[in-house]
C-alpha cells in the first residue's frame, strides 16, 4: 500500500471519506501543481496496487479454467473410447473425474476407463 494512503487510513480506516476529508486537512497549504501532483502519485498508486490484485485474480482464474477443461478433455476420451455397454458404469467414471481434487489427474485407457494418477509438482 503506499504511503501516504497508509497514514491516511490509520487516522479512521472504517470511514473513506472521512479519510479523503482528513488528508485535505492535514496536508499543508500547497500551491495547485503540488496538490496536483500529489493527487496523481496518489492515483498511481492506487491503479499499481489494483492492476496487482488482477494480476493475482487473473493467476486464479487461470488455474481454475485449466482445471475444468482437463476434466472435460478426460470425460470427451472417455466417452470416445468406452467399450462397456453399461450405462452405469459410465456414469460412474465421468462421476469419479468430476469429483477428482486437483492434486490428482487421470489418464484414460484405450478401452475408455481411467486411471487415476497423482500429479506431478
Not at 453399461?86 to 492434486?103: A, F, N, Q, T
Request: overall charge negative; charged content about 35%.
Amino acid at each position: 500500500m503506499c504511503e501516504h494512503i497508509q497514514q491516511v487510513q490509520s487516522v479512521q480506516p472504517n470511514n473513506e471519506r472521512f479519510n479523503e476529508e482528513a488528508t485535505l486537512i492535514q496536508a499543508p497549504l500547497k500551491d495547485e501543481k503540488e496538490i496536483r501532483k500529489d493527487m496523481i502519485a496518489q492515483l498511481r498508486c492506487l491503479i499499481k496496487e489494483q492492476k496487482e490484485e488482477m494480476r493475482e485474480d487473473m493467476q486464479i482464474l487461470k488455474a481454475d479454467r485449466d482445471f475444468y477443461w482437463s476434466k472435460m478433455d478426460w470425460i470427451s476420451g472417455v466417452l470416445d473410447f468406452y467399450k462397456g455397454k453399461d450405462v452405469e458404469s459410465l456414469k460412474g467414471i465421468i462421476k469419479e473425474i468430476l469429483y477428482l481434487p486437483y492434486e490428482k489427474s487421470v489418464r484414460v485407457k484405450r478401452d475408455g476407463t481411467i486411471e487415476v494418477l497423482e500429479k506431478m509438482a
